[in-house]
């Protein structure tokens, strides 16, 4: 993953408002890099554009050899789910889908034949195979990140993006989370990039990258 002078400017009330201010930054296959910073610092929509979730309004931003920057909705909605899996601080689980069902969701949406088994594989690896048949409203904050977390991973994702992932967990919830995904990321080889305040979940990573308006610090 890579990132050429990657500008992103949207409008406001006011007009344009410069969000990131050319950004470069390459993210060798495999590492695990922590984004840190104030709030409002870019971290969240430097993640965005990292995930094809925003697009670059200048510079280019490249994952697996493919211009993001060039792609579009369809395309680029494609190549998140071949290739990257998402966790965000909220859980954005279905309601109305078991445990079981969310996690096989993208799995299903890819034409995976065996897409509730490799889903009931993933819920045992974060310890919720007991879970499978609740619904959202039935878990705990916790459990439900573990399901989030399940679902992102589920796809073998080469590239996993995680923005404030124990944000709304309490310290024990959040450091399970954490412990739950550097050991898929190990387990799965993907490459690992996390927005977080917290210095002690950026320390774990094999490298920090700080960001202060728009910029890298």
Do not use: W
């Amino acid at each position: 993953m890579s990132l050429s002078d990657a500008r992103l400017t949207l409008d406001g009330n006011a007009g344009p408002v410069e969000i990131l201010r050319g950004i470069t930054l390459a993210v060798a296959r495999g590492e695990s890099v922590g984004l840190t910073g104030p709030s409002g610092s870019g971290k969240s929509s430097l993640l965005m554009l990292m995930g094809g979730l925003e697009q670059a309004t200048g510079g280019t931003v490249t994952a697996l050899g493919q211009d993001l920057s060039r792609m579009g909705e369809d395309d680029l909605a494609r190549f998140r789910r071949g290739n990257m899996g998402i966790v965000f601080q909220s859980f954005h689980l279905i309601p109305t889908m078991t445990a079981l069902e969310n996690v096989a969701l993208p799995l299903e949406i890819a034409g995976a034949p065996d897409a509730f088994d490799r889903a009931a594989a993933e819920l045992q690896a974060v310890g919720l195979a007991h879970r499978a048949g609740h619904y959202p409203t039935e878990m705990s904050g916790g459990e439900q990140q573990r399901v989030a977390l399940a679902r992102a991973i589920a796809p073998r994702p080469a590239i996993l993006l995680a923005d404030e992932p124990t944000g709304n967990l309490d310290a024990a919830n959040g450091a399970a989370i954490m412990d739950l995904l550097f050991g898929l990321q190990a387990r799965h080889g993907a490459t690992l990039i996390m927005v977080t305040h917290a210095p002690e979940l950026a320390a774990r990573c094999d490298r920090v990258v700080a960001l202060a308006d728009g910029r890298l610090a």
